[in-house]
């Protein structure tokens, strides 16, 4: 268990919180926090990384065991914002300094076939899933499951890299080979036929207290979080029961701090967890508007031992990403009166973060457009051509 209410701390306002990275969701953490009253310092080898442009910041390698030591000296509590930290190095500041969440999260979290399995050992349903060792062995799982079916490196990979989807047993060779070369183990899951994705961000606090946030309905593109929609647009019962699966894994786990919980919905009504992340997710930017308490100020409050805020929805929303290509049209447009958004009755809010290059695809900020009906929300996104570049 990463966090028991044996050896939880408070941590008050006035103290330091180190994060262990300093990209955006460093940054809107230490944004939370600051308005709390804490004090934030990051470690991140990128010099004026968007957390450092808010927050004191150590230059220095994620292995750097002595940055590392020096973010311990600095630091009355210490949270991460990414998973693949080096979880020696998460160790090593157990040893120095109060890590709440502790190794234990990251160390199932970086590795997929371990999270499967805690997953299912917290009884909640992943799509049927085989570890393979060899292309016969894939095309043994390939055999059973049908095509398509996806095949993922155990560890490493985001927004899409590091899986192959093998639609034709043509692939199975060349899928297994070109994935091997990773050097890490190989899953190979049943292709879920999904009518929609779903996530649901939950809270923990090292004395036991867990939250879950309303379910997002999630659309991605090009194997990037492109729209997330709350409240999602399916029956209430079935939010309720994603934010049960949440609220189970994030108790299962023993989670400190925030867990997402990614879902497949099948058109049958079935829910099966795709992936987990511990810590503030692209999903839950919606929260900073849109809910009483945001996904940042709910991760201060549980690895501080706060008594967690309150989540409900108050108003619906859209999260839309703004990739690098997307910068500069929304720039252009910051600087004029904003009609369309006055005729349809929606209040877009900016979050950039402050990244030096905008390069094509790579994540730069994200806007929440608030709204009485989503629809009106996807009518102003469609409407501003932005996200057409």
Known sequence: MSGTAKDAKT????????????????????????????????????????????????????????????????????????????????????ERSYVPQGSELLYTTQHRLREKRAIEAAGVKVAPYAEVRSADELREAAGRFGLPCVLKTATGGYDGKGQWVIRDEAEIGE???????????????????????????????????????????????????????????????????????????????????LIAVELFLTADGELFVNELAPRPHNSGHYTMEACRTSQFEQHVRAVCGLPLGETSLLTPVVMVNVLGEHVAPLLDRIALKDETAERLGVAPKIHLYGKHEAKAKRKMGHVNVLTADVEQALEWIAETKIWRV
Request: proline share 4%; net charge negative; hydrophobic share 50%.
């Open 11 to 94: 941590i008050l306002p006035g103290a330091t919180i180190g994060i262990l990275g300093g990209g955006q969701l460093g940054r809107m953490m230490a944004n939370a926090g600051s308005a709390m009253g804490y004090r934030f310092v990051a470690l991140d080898p990128t010099p004026d990384a968007p957390a450092g442009q808010v927050a004191r910041q150590l230059v220095a390698a994620y292995d750097d065991r002595e940055a590392a030591g020096e973010l311990a000296k600095q630091a009355d509590v210490i949270t991460y914002e990414f998973e693949n930290v080096d979880a020696g190095v998460a160790a090593m500041l157990m």
């Open 175 to 257: 899928a297994f080979e070109t994935l091997s070369r990773a050097g890490t183990e190989l899953v190979v899951e049943q292709f879920v036929r999904f009518a929609k994705e779903l996530s649901v961000i939950a809270a923990r606090s090292p004395q036991g207290e867990i939250r879950t946030f309303p379910a997002a309905e999630n659309i991605h593109v090009d194997n990037i979080l492109h729209l997330s929609i709350v409240p999602a647009r399916i029956d209430e019962s079935l939010q309720r029961e994603a934010e049960r699966l949440a609220f189970r894994i994030a108790e299962g786990l023993g989670v400190v701090g």
